[in-house]
């Protein structure tokens, strides 16, 4: 029933649309063109589907064609928009004229400004999905936070952690970006760095030619990791379970080949002289359908309770539902899954939207709660749409502070 649905209101988009070009352009043969580039690009999409691709997701031109398909709906949804209100105005004014006045009874015909300004703004985020395709989604950002904590250890003053996620290795396509992308995390110089989780889509075989580039992150403090939903392969269909674990096995150890320190429910000290701090990485905890293998009562169960503390958590619902309560106080929670959604406005200091907030709390950026903070990192790669709009790759660099003792 559902598909019945979206099917009816894909057509009636088409329909409409198709209105406002015939307003505009007084093109021969018009609707053949129109109609035409739909079929075909259905129909390349539909071929797309039924080539082999063996990570699963949608890559390659999959992922192209899904992009291209969403950037056209896009276009052709806001010239909906704007001409069915036209024709709810153009039904009033012939109601009107037919009981009111004498001026005839004929059906007021569209008019060409209405068509060309939904087209107009329609191309708005049609070209913006296209520049996300092509050149946002390669955009990386290094965002710099400052963060100050009362219990902060004296040695640990000015300490400099570098946080991504999201690689999702499987829709990459371009090594020389993903080249500089790493050699941009490098140049931070941080103490240490932090994945948190979605190294692939779902197969650990998506990693095989990029092992030597994310190998070559380097910390005075090393590279710490955990897994993310997609990471456990619950999202490919394995030929049986024996398969999926391997899979799962495999993906670890491409993390402990590249030197990374995967945490799954469990922690480690970094030290400074005498002085610590605990970091604490749990498995995946999505509120929702989403896996709930997170265990942080376990990964902190040797931890004291007084001492500074940060927690990798994949998904941020996990602080919102459990973390940011708990007795066990975290200053520090860092985690990614969101992208923020890959699409939004932000205008730092002033605004920030995207269509994800209404399904997180928190989804980009700095969140806090008293004296716990939580970052939510936008991502590194991209999923299903191949792109980034106004929403661009992140590399998070986050300085603590110890805040002055009075």
Known sequence: MRW??????LLVIEIYAYQAFRTIFKIRYLAFLYFGITIFVIGLTIYSFNQPNPAGGFSGLRGYMIGLILSLITLKAVVTIFVFGEDIARFFIYLYRKLFTDSGQSFPSRRKFVSTVALGLGAIPFLSLLYGMFKGRYDFRVLKYELTFDNLPPEF????ITQISDIHSGSFDNTEKIEYAVDLVNDQASDVIFFTGDLVN?????????TDIFGSLKAKDGVYSILGNHDYGDYYDFENENAKAKNLDDLVQIQLD?????LRNEHREITRGDSKINLIGVENWGKGGFKKAGDFDLASKSVDSESFKILLSHDPSHWDEIIKNHPKDVQLTLSGHTHGMQFGIEIPGWFKWSPVQYRYTQWAGIYKKAQRFLNVNRGFGYLAYPGRVGIWPEVSVITLKRSEQV
């Open 4 to 9: 019945i649905i979206t099917l009816v209101i």
């Open 157 to 160: 003053d000015g300490y400099q």
């Open 202 to 210: 779902n197969l650990a075989t998506e990693m095989s030619v990029w």
């Open 258 to 262: 590249m030197g990374w320190d995967l």
